[in-house]
C-alpha cells in the first residue's frame, strides 16, 4: 500500500505544468470548477522598484525563475507527504497523528500561497490544494455544501465576465439615454465601451438583479456614506459593494471571500475584523464597511489613482503591476488588456452601478425604493446564551435575531465576555423586562455532552464543536478510536474572541483612523503569548520566518503593520505561546541552514519543540486549584503551557482531574 501511495505521489508530481498566461487566464474562468484558498494582498508599493527600466525588472525575474520552480516544487512536495503521512495514519487506527499532518498540510499550503501569491494559479498547487482539501472534508465530515456559493452576484459575475456576448447582438440598438446629469464625483466616472456593456446588462439583460441592489442601497447607504467620510474616502466607493456582493452581508464566494465588502480572512484580520468559530465580523455590514474604507484607502496610497485602486481590490499588485509593465504606462484603461478578464470589468461594472444608482430614472428605473434604514439598539448580554431564546424575549424569530446579528455563526452567543447583541429598534425596552427571565437551564457551558450518532466519527464531532480530535482525548479518560452510537463524550467548546467585541467598529482596531500613507495599524497580541524580537538576515523572506517560528505570514505582517518587503537589519515582533518562549527565542541566532534543518526535521512529523521543552524544563512554579467544568486542556490554555508539562509534573497517566485537585504549573 505505501509503494502504492508513494508512486502515486511520483506521478502526480511529475505531470503538473507551471501555466502559460492563457492558461492561467482560461483558469480564472472556471474558478467555480476548481475551488481555490484566497490570498492576502501584500501592501508594498508595488510600483517602487531599483530603477525605472520595466524590461530590466522583466529580466531579473526569469534569472530568478528557476529558483522559484525548485522552491515550489520541494514545498508542494513537502505536503504532499504530510497528506501521505495522514492517509497512512487513518490506516493505523491513529487519527491523533492524521489530526495533526492534516493541519500541518493546510498550515504549510497557507505559508505558500503567503509567500509565494500567484501560486494559486499553478496546476501543481491546484492538484495539492483538492487532495489536501478533500482529506480534510473527509477526516471532519465536512459536506461540500458549507462551502457553497451564496449571493446572486456570482451567478451575475459569471455572466458578465463570459465571452458570450450574445445578449448584446440583440441589443445592438441600445443608445444611452440622453444628458445623463451625474453628479461631480472624485473618482472619475469615465463613460467608454466597455462601461456601455455592464450598463447594457444591467438595464435591459439584468434589470430585476438592480432593481434588487437599488432597494439595498436604502438600506445600506445612510450608514456607509457616514462611515466613507468618517475615513476621509470618496463616498461614491460605496458603490462598489454593489459589484462585490450585491450589497449582500452574507455573501459567500468560492474562494471562501465572505460579506458584503467580499474580504477573505487573512485580509480582514489585517484590518481588525475578528473571525472564529463563533463569530465573524466579516458578515457584520457597519465593521466590514469601515474596514473595506481602509483598506481602499491604503491601495490609494499604494498606486496613486482610485481605478487602480480599485482593480488592486480585485487582483494581487503581482498582477496589476505585470499589466501595468506590459501596457507601459501607470494607467487602468492602458492596463486593461492585459488583465484577467474578471478585473478587466470590475472598474467598468462599479461606474454602470454607480451612473445607474446616482440617475435611476433615466435609466428606466422608477427612481424611488423602500427600505429601513440599518439601525439598531444594543443590550449587552451574557456569553453562551441561546439565540432562540434571546429572540423570544425580544418578541422577535431567531432569523430575525441573526438578521440583525450576522456575525454570529452559532446557535449561542460566544463564550468568555458579554456580547452586544444588536436588536430591532424599538424592542430594547421588552426585551430587557423579558431576559432575565430567562430559565438558567438554557444558558449552556464551557464544556458540552454530545451523544454519539450513527455514522458519526471523532473528527466529525470536534469539528462540530470547533475543537480537536487531540482535545477530545484530553478530556476524556481512556477515549477508543472506535467510537458507537449512544456513547457519551465531554467536548470542550471552542473559546471566543481575545477581546471583548466591540458594537460598531472592527474588534481589533484602534478607535482613530489607522490608514495612513505613513503605515497602517498593528494588531494586538495573542493571549498567553510571549513577545520575541527577531533580526531579518540576508535571503529571509516573511514565508520563512514564519516557518521558523510556525505562525502564520499574515500574522507577522499583521503585528509589525508592515507589506511583504522586508530589509536586512529590519527588527520584526514575534508572538509566540508562553510555554515555547525559550525554544523560539533561540531562533534569532540560529544560522539560516540550521533553520531549515529543524523546519526539515518538523515536517518529518518530529516534535522539536516538545523535545526540546521535555529536556528543559524550568521556571516560575506556581499551583492552581481546579475549579468546578475545568478541563486539562482549558488550564493548560490558561496558563499557556502543554497538556503533556501539567502531566509529567504532576505524574498524571490520564487527563482526568476533580475540583479541589492542586496542580503544580511552571
Known amino acids: 500500500m505505501q509503494n502504492k501511495l508513494q508512486l502515486l505521489l511520483v506521478f502526480v508530481l511529475i505531470i503538473g505544468i507551471i501555466p502559460s498566461r492563457a492558461q492561467q487566464q482560461d483558469e480564472d474562468i472556471q474558478l467555480e470548477e476548481t475551488p481555490m484558498p484566497a490570498k492576502l494582498l501584500p501592501y508594498n508599493n508595488p510600483m517602487e522598484t531599483s530603477g525605472d527600466d520595466f524590461a530590466v525588472e522583466e529580466a531579473k525575474s526569469e534569472v530568478k525563475l528557476d529558483d522559484f520552480q525548485k522552491d515550489l516544487m520541494r514545498r508542494i512536495a513537502d505536503i504532499y507527504r504530510m497528506h501521505v503521512n495522514a492517509i497512512e495514519a487513518q490506516i493505523q487506527d491513529d487519527p491523533l497523528s492524521a489530526e495533526t499532518h492534516i493541519t500541518d498540510a493546510l498550515n504549510a499550503m497557507q505559508n505558500l500561497l503567503d509567500t509565494y501569491p500567484e501560486v494559486q494559479s499553478n496546476k501543481r498547487f491546484s492538484a495539492l490544494y483538492r487532495s489536501v482539501m478533500t482529506e480534510y472534508r473527509e477526516f471532519y465530515g465536512v459536506e461540500d455544501s458549507t462551502k457553497e456559493v451564496k449571493g446572486e452576484i456570482f451567478a451575475i459575475q459569471k455572466e458578465l465576465y463570459s465571452e458570450e456576448d450574445n445578449w448584446m447582438n440583440e441589443n445592438e440598438g441600445y443608445v444611452l439615454p440622453d444628458n445623463i446629469t451625474t453628479p461631480k464625483t472624485e473618482v472619475p466616472l469615465v463613460q467608454n465601451r466597455q462601461v456601455n456593456r455592464h450598463l447594457m446588462y444591467y438595464t435591459l439583460k439584468r434589470p430585476e438583479v438592480m432593481e434588487t441592489w437599488l432597494k439595498r442601497t436604502k438600506k445600506y447607504f445612510p450608514m456607509m456614506k457616514k462611515i466613507f467620510e468618517d475615513e476621509g474616502v470618496p463616498t461614491e466607493l460605496m458603490h462598489l459593494a454593489m459589484v462585490e456582493s450585491g450589497l449582500n452581508p452574507e455573501a459567500r464566494s468560492w474562494a471562501s471571500a465572505v460579506g458584503m465588502w467580499q474580504f477573505?480572512?487573512?485580509?480582514?484580520?489585517?484590518?481588525?475584523?475578528?473571525?472564529?468559530?463563533?463569530?465573524?465580523?466579516?458578515?457584520?455590514?457597519?465593521?466590514?464597511?469601515?474596514?473595506?474604507?481602509?483598506?481602499?484607502?491604503?491601495?490609494?496610497?499604494?498606486?496613486?489613482?482610485w481605478h487602480l485602486a480599485m482593480a488592486g481590490y480585485n487582483i494581487s499588485p503581482r498582477g496589476l503591476k505585470r499589466a501595468i509593465r506590459a501596457a507601459g504606462e501607470k494607467d487602468y484603461w492602458a492596463a486593461l488588456p492585459y488583465l484577467p478578464r474578471e478585473t478587466q470589468g470590475y472598474v467598468p461594472g462599479f461606474i454602470a452601478a454607480?451612473?445607474?444608482?446616482?440617475?435611476?430614472?433615466?435609466?428606466?428605473?422608477?427612481?424611488?425604493?423602500?427600505?429601513?434604514?440599518?439601525?439598531?439598539?444594543?443590550?449587552?448580554?451574557?456569553?453562551?446564551?441561546?439565540?432562540?431564546?434571546?429572540?423570544?424575549?425580544?418578541?422577535?424569530?431567531?432569523?430575525?435575531?441573526?438578521?440583525?446579528?450576522?456575525?454570529?455563526?452559532?446557535?449561542?452567543?460566544?463564550?468568555?465576555?458579554?456580547?452586544?447583541?444588536?436588536?430591532?429598534?424599538?424592542?430594547?425596552?421588552?426585551?430587557?423586562a423579558n431576559y432575565e427571565d430567562i430559565p438558567k437551564e438554557e444558558r449552556s457551558q464551557n464544556v458540552?455532552?454530545?451523544?454519539?450518532?450513527?455514522?458519526?466519527?471523532?473528527?466529525?464531532?470536534?469539528?462540530?464543536?470547533?475543537?480537536?480530535?487531540?482535545?477530545?482525548?484530553?478530556?476524556?479518560?481512556?477515549?477508543?478510536?472506535?467510537?458507537?452510537?449512544?456513547?457519551?463524550?465531554?467536548?470542550?467548546?471552542?473559546?471566543?474572541?481575545?477581546?471583548?467585541?466591540?458594537?460598531?467598529?472592527?474588534?481589533?482596531?484602534?478607535?482613530?483612523?489607522?490608514?495612513?500613507?505613513?503605515?497602517?495599524?498593528?494588531?494586538?497580541?495573542?493571549?498567553?503569548?510571549?513577545?520575541?524580537?527577531?533580526?531579518?538576515?540576508?535571503?529571509?523572506?516573511?514565508?520563512?520566518?514564519?516557518?521558523?517560528?510556525?505562525?502564520?505570514?499574515?500574522?507577522?505582517?499583521?503585528?509589525?503593520?508592515?507589506?511583504?518587503?522586508?530589509?536586512?537589519?529590519?527588527?520584526?515582533?514575534?508572538?509566540?505561546?508562553?510555554?515555547?518562549?525559550?525554544?523560539?527565542?533561540?531562533?534569532?541566532?540560529?544560522?539560516?541552514?540550521?533553520?531549515?534543518?529543524?523546519?526539515?526535521?518538523?515536517?518529518?512529523?518530529?516534535?522539536?519543540?516538545?523535545?526540546?521543552?521535555?529536556?528543559?524544563d524550568g521556571g516560575e512554579e506556581v499551583t492552581y486549584t481546579v475549579q468546578s467544568n475545568d478541563t486539562l486542556i482549558q488550564i493548560a490554555n490558561t496558563f499557556g503551557v502543554s497538556i503533556n508539562q501539567i502531566k509529567r509534573l504532576n505524574n498524571l497517566n490520564g487527563s482526568r482531574i476533580y475540583v479541589g485537585q492542586q496542580l503544580k504549573i511552571k
Open 448 to 616: 458540552a455532552m454530545h451523544t454519539v450518532n450513527r455514522g458519526e466519527t471523532l473528527g466529525y464531532i470536534a469539528r462540530k464543536y470547533g475543537t480537536s480530535v487531540r482535545a477530545l482525548y484530553e478530556t476524556n479518560e481512556s477515549l477508543s478510536n472506535t467510537i458507537y452510537p449512544g456513547q457519551k463524550i465531554v467536548v470542550p467548546l471552542a473559546p471566543g474572541s481575545s477581546e471583548k467585541i466591540a458594537v460598531n467598529k472592527p474588534t481589533h482596531q484602534p478607535r482613530g483612523n489607522t490608514s495612513t500613507s505613513q503605515g497602517r495599524s498593528k494588531s494586538k497580541a495573542p493571549a498567553n503569548s510571549a513577545q520575541l524580537t527577531y533580526k531579518v538576515k540576508s535571503g529571509d523572506t516573511i514565508g520563512h520566518i514564519a516557518e521558523w517560528y510556525d505562525v502564520r505570514a499574515w500574522q507577522i505582517r499583521s503585528w509589525n503593520g508592515i507589506s511583504n518587503y522586508i530589509r536586512p537589519g529590519q527588527n520584526l515582533t514575534i508572538y509566540v505561546p508562553q510555554s515555547k518562549q525559550s525554544y523560539y527565542s533561540q531562533i534569532n541566532s540560529m544560522s539560516f541552514s540550521k533553520k531549515q534543518e529543524l523546519e526539515r526535521e518538523q515536517r518529518s512529523g518530529k516534535d522539536i519543540t516538545e523535545a526540546y521543552l521535555a529536556s528543559a
Open 264 to 305: 477573505i480572512r487573512a485580509t480582514g484580520s489585517m484590518y481588525g475584523l475578528e473571525v472564529n468559530w463563533w463569530v465573524d465580523e466579516r458578515r457584520d455590514p457597519e465593521k466590514a464597511t469601515r474596514a473595506a474604507a481602509r483598506h481602499l484607502k491604503d491601495l490609494y496610497n499604494i498606486w496613486g489613482d
Open 354 to 432: 454607480t451612473m445607474i444608482e446616482m440617475n435611476p430614472d433615466q435609466f428606466g428605473f422608477k427612481g424611488t425604493y423602500e427600505a429601513d434604514e440599518y439601525d439598531y439598539e444594543v443590550f449587552e448580554v451574557a456569553p453562551l446564551m441561546p439565540l432562540d431564546a434571546l429572540a423570544d424575549a425580544a418578541g422577535i424569530t431567531t432569523e430575525k435575531l441573526k438578521e440583525y446579528n450576522p456575525e454570529l455563526l452559532r446557535w449561542a452567543t460566544p463564550p468568555g465576555n458579554s456580547y452586544p447583541l444588536k436588536l430591532p429598534t424599538g424592542t430594547k425596552e421588552q426585551f430587557a
